[in-house]
T-cell receptor, first 113, second 112 residues
């Protein structure tokens, strides 16, 4: 089944404890992206990648890191999480630069206390 | 930068009512435009799209037309059902840069 998977789905952590949210797609897509969803703010793009080893900042990259060492994986790293990073995070992939539809993962709900 | 402005919600309609959710955008160049739908507890899924001016996207009775002159991509459906209750997002992707911009989302509730 074609899909985007994220792990974990739910995570509660404390301020400053490094964490990684994994994202994987099995559709051989070139493009992958991370978003955060907050009430009243819609979806905001954190980082995106148009191919392996190519990543670019979205609108809200501060406090996040990403890497794209393999085509199928695009992990999101929070080196020192803070409470303002409490949010619902979505990973997405697309065949070509996001011009085509993006396929979204199920989401990761992160709480930083 | 790019921006997407959606009609504020929430929107509550009775079954079989006509739906319009307004969406306007600002962008450089010629973006692709999308409507996504999010059901409770799920990720977003594509509802319809349009990639150039005057294109009409349609799916499941929903329609939207890419209007370059008014920079709009309004979502319409002639007769909504309870199962259409969800959050709807208007979005654009800049053709050259790969950046995507989403609206704030509009929550639709359809009552029997």
């Amino acid at each position: 089944e074609a899909q985007v998977t994220q792990n974990p789905r739910y995570l509660i952590t404390v301020t400053g404890k490094k964490l990684t949210v994994t994202c994987s797609q099995n559709m051989n897509h070139e493009y992958m992206s991370w978003y955060r969803q907050d009430p009243g703010l819609g979806l905001r793009q954190i980082y995106y990648s148009m191919n392996v080893e190519v990543t670019d900042k979205g609108d809200v990259p501060e406090g996040y890191k990403v890497s794209r060492k393999e085509k199928r994986n695009f992990p999101l790293i929070l080196e020192s999480p803070s409470p303002n990073q409490t949010s619902l995070y979505f990973c997405a992939s697309s065949p070509d630069r996001g011009l085509y539809e993006q396929y979204f993962g199920p989401g990761t709900r992160l709480t930083v206390t | 930068g790019n921006s997407v402005t959606q009609m504020e919600g929430p929107v509550t309609l009775s079954e079989e009512a006509f739906l319009t959710i307004n969406c306007t955008y600002t962008a450089t160049g010629y973006p692709s435009l999308f409507w996504y739908v999010q059901y409770p507890g799920e990720g977003l899924q594509l509802l319809l799209k349009a990639t150039k001016a005057d294109d009409k996207g349609s799916n499941k009775g929903f329609e939207a037309t890419y209007r370059k002159e008014t920079t709009s991509f309004h979502l319409e459906k002639g007769s909504v059902q309870v199962s259409d209750s969800a959050v709807y997002f208007c979005a654009l992707t800049n053709n050259n840069a790969g950046k995507s911009t989403f609206g704030d989302g509009t929550t639709l509730t359809v009552k029997p």
